[in-house]
């Protein structure tokens, strides 16, 4: 049973460019969750989706920043014309249903680290 | 608002001694706490968590107990080990806020030495 699975592991864009990074969560599970690692610092969450739906993107940047989870495919975490700030590891966690993710017990993939020059 | 803090690092210990790092939560109401570990290159694993006051978390070795009172939930280890050399992330999740949207510490890199 294939883990979270994200791509690509490591992203390297300059200024102004587009970078898009992939999560396909656990076999079963309906809910994603994007978090957000800086340099030196704990995960920041960003945004909560389920299928075609986003529940909550309280900690989204409110420019250049977009998630989606559409009914085919993996979820896609996009972020328009990058900036040196952006340079991060991005992690994506899934669970299976409500109540798992009530109990706070997420399934993380191994991020994807974007260096942004 | 909810916040967790927990002790800087990082932590280096000679294998088989006793680790302790401490976090403490600020929140309202009543969250379930965790510990999560990441281990070089991988993304955070759940290591244990406590869902109310006074219960114990433990797995491999690893224990914390919710004290509601100190609003703590350290993290403890008897004798570590080389293969617990990791980035140990305590957090919270209170279930006024958006299911699944936990609330992470900083972390706390442990370096254990043979």
């Known amino acids: 049973n294939a883990g979270v699975m994200q791509n690509p592991r490591h992203l390297v864009r300059r200024r102004g460019q587009e970078a898009r990074l992939r999560c396909s969560p656990m076999?079963?599970?309906?809910?994603v969750y994007w978090y957000r690692q800086l340099p030196e610092e704990g995960l920041k969450f960003m945004v909560y989706l389920q299928k075609e739906n986003i529940i909550d993107e309280s900690g989204m940047p409110k420019e250049r920043f977009s998630a989606e989870f559409p009914k085919e495919g993996p979820s896609i975490l996009r972020i328009q014309q990058v900036v040196r700030g952006d340079s991060a590891a991005y992690f994506c966690a899934s669970s299976p249903n409500m109540g798992t993710a009530n109990t706070g017990e997420l399934f993380f993939g191994e991020g994807s680290r974007l260096t942004v020059l | 608002g909810n916040s967790v803090t927990q002790m800087e690092g990082p932590v280096t210990l000679s294998e088989e001694a006793f680790l302790t790092i401490n976090c403490t939560y600020t929140?309202?109401?009543?969250?379930?706490l965790f510990w999560y570990v990441q281990y070089p290159g991988e993304g955070l694993q759940l290591l244990l968590k406590?869902?109310?006051?006074?219960d114990k978390g433990s797995n491999k070795g690893f224990e914390a107990t919710y004290r509601k009172e100190t609003t703590s939930f350290h993290l403890e280890k008897g004798s570590v080990q080389v293969s617990d050399s990791a980035v140990y992330f305590c957090?919270?999740?209170?279930?006024?806020?958006?299911?699944?949207?936990?609330?992470f510490g900083k972390g706390t890199k442990l370096s254990v030495k043979p």
């Open positions: 076999k079963g599970h309906s809910h």
């Open positions: 929140a309202t109401g009543y969250p379930s």
């Open positions: 957090a919270l999740m209170n279930y006024g806020g958006s299911q699944g949207n936990l609330i």
């Open positions: 406590a869902t109310k006051a006074d």
